[in-house]
């Protein structure tokens, strides 16, 4: 509707016709549940380096793992991350032995104790992973102190699997994050092979598995310690995310810190962990500690690689949030065509950058929003309807060399 004027004279008028630059979002905030020394209990707190970890949550605590991964987090590449603390509770003192008995052992030799439930909480309530349905930033889940607690004996395997699940559920359901999850602390490669495909069985495109434990240097005592690797796997993730984008595959990088591995794999070994999803951290001559497995815990093939999955959280999330201004727009022809010159022109970027596959933008993406899909009776009910195909690019997993012998025209390959 024209504005209505009233008496001669100059009048400017602003009218947006130009396209809506959609951003990139963030993909390298991760997450952490875990015990410390002190600090706020069951709120997510921003934590942007590690001083500022030491002091709101304290120093490192033996039977935590908590501040290992955050420290080798940061020292891996990451930069702001949100720490959950989950409060355990104190022991039950054992009661005082009948005339003529032994005294009973303190339970869990008098190491305060905590419940699956508490690690995965309630969105309600904020509490726990539950409580991270309320920070739109995070990326990454991670949650070391759940092998703590096994190890202490205060958790079940069944209860790993109940956490762990509750960890790829929670993926799923905010659709813009994953679950970085760890293998359970002194198996061979073969055990961890059978508690993945024959007990816990998980399928899922919202998680990764790493294999074995590292080894870091322990502050408390100077001595060598075994830790679960995903808080360091979380800053290798950053580090990648930053250096090449989110489309590379957070493999074949150093994992800062490590002096070890619990368990030196071999590549026999890993070729039947690598197809279970077992992403496996294995040490080379004169290259390292190398994170050598990109695999999330799918069974589908559309799914199997870490960074398909993360591109494809980045791109939704960033097309989301750069279009909301759409919201209650009329929903005619001129809308559908802002709309696909709005997200052409982001996902042109994200081919430039390399997360696509093609040589041209035609042949990596395409973006459809028409009569067709938006016929009377969707626009009737308020929706708008908008189909985005993307060809992502895929790590070159098994790069084969065919050597032949030639001479004269003759060749013999191997």
């Not at 100059?10 to 959609?22: D, F, S």
Request: glycine share 10%; charged share 20%; proline share 7%.
């Amino acid at each position: 509707m024209s504005p209505q004027y009233l008496s001669p004279g100059v009048y400017i008028e602003e009218v947006e016709k130009g396209a809506r630059p959609i951003e990139g979002v963030g993909t390298a905030v991760a997450a952490f549940v875990g015990f410390a020394e002190k600090g706020p209990t069951n709120t997510p707190t921003l934590v942007s380096n590690w001083t500022q970890f030491r002091d709101t949550f304290g120093e490192f605590i033996e039977g935590s793992f908590l501040a290992h991964a955050v420290y080798g987090y940061f020292h891996n590449g990451g930069g702001t991350c949100y720490i959950v603390r989950i409060e355990q509770e104190a022991p039950e003192a054992a009661p005082p032995p009948a005339e003529g008995e032994a005294a009973a052992p303190a339970r869990r030799r008098g190491k305060a104790t905590v419940s699956a439930s508490a690690f995965i909480g309630d969105a309600a309530k904020r509490t726990g992973l539950g409580g991270l349905e309320a920070v739109e930033e995070i990326t990454m889940v991670v949650v070391p102190d759940l092998m703590a607690a096994f190890q202490q004996g205060a958790l079940t395997m069944a209860d790993v699997q109940a956490v762990q699940s509750a960890m790829m559920a929670h993926c799923e359901k905010m659709k813009d994050r994953f679950a970085i999850l760890d293998a359970p602390p002194g198996l061979t490669p073969q055990q961890v092979k059978a508690w993945r495909t024959d007990e816990v069985k998980y399928d899922s495109k919202y998680g990764a598995l790493y294999y074995p434990w590292i080894q870091v240097s322990n502050p408390l005592n100077g001595k060598p310690l075994l830790i679960p690797p995903s808080g360091h796997v979380a800053g290798v993730y950053a580090r990648s995310d930053a250096e090449r984008g989110v489309h590379k595959a957070p493999a074949n990088e150093i994992v800062r810190g490590a002096l070890g591995l619990a368990v030196q794999v071999t590549k026999e070994e890993q070729d039947i962990l690598n197809p279970a999803g077992v992403n496996c951290i294995r040490a080379f001559p004169g290259r390292g500690i190398r994170i050598w497995g990109a695999r999330t815990l799918s069974s589908d093939p559309s799914w199997r690689y870490i960074n398909v999955r993360r591109l494809f959280n980045y791109v939704e999330e960033s097309i989301e949030l750069g279009t909301q201004w759409v919201v209650f727009e009329p929903n005619d022809i001129d809308l559908w065509e802002r709309v696909k010159r709005d997200i052409t022109a982001f996902l042109t970027r994200v081919w430039r950058d390399g997360a696509l596959f093609g040589t041209t933008p035609s042949e990596a993406f395409y973006v459809k929003c028409d009569a067709e899909l938006n016929p009377p009776e969707v626009r009737d009910a308020g929706i708008l309807i908008i189909e985005i195909g993307l060809a992502p690019v895929k790590p070159a997993e098994f790069v084969v060399f065919r050597i032949s012998q030639w001479a004269g025209g003759a060749a013999v390959s191997e």
